[in-house]
């Protein structure tokens, strides 16, 4: 699994990622509390999801820290700093190579939500 997800949803490359992006959101939004924070890329996903979001993106200097912990490959280590600035989820983009994602709450072709422990 591909930790960080720093395409640009602006230009999408391959539509079938992109809905899956917002399906993930619509998930979220039916799935998790109102109150629910997400790490992730695309300010699309907390309008569709209606949560509160951290960018992962350039944009995301509401958590530098986060955004700086997307250029570590570890996932561990991603998480562990989501954690520690008290965000609940995180959405991964899944590499072709990946299965089902360990941990994972929801997932679909491309993208998988992770619970913040």
Excluded at 19 to 32: D, G, I, K, Y
Excluded at 52 to 69: E, F, H, M, S, V
Excluded at 92 to 106: C, M, N, P, Q, W
Aim: glycine residues 6%; contains cysteine; proline residues 4%.
């Amino acid at each position: 699994m591909r930790c960080l997800v720093r395409d640009n949803f602006r230009v999408p490359r391959n539509h079938d990622e992109t809905v899956s992006f917002m399906e993930a959101a619509r998930w979220a939004r039916n799935n998790t509390p109102s109150d629910a924070s997400f790490f992730v890329a695309g300010s699309a996903f907390g309008i569709i999801a209606e949560r509160r979001i951290y960018l992962t993106d350039k944009a995301g200097r509401n958590c530098p820290a986060c955004r700086q912990a997307t250029l570590d490959p570890d996932c561990e280590s991603l998480l562990r700093v989501a954690k520690n600035n008290n965000m609940n989820f995180a959405v991964l983009k899944k590499d072709g190579r990946a299965g089902r994602v360990s941990g994972a709450i929801y997932e679909n072709e491309y993208y998988a939500v992770l619970p913040v422990n």
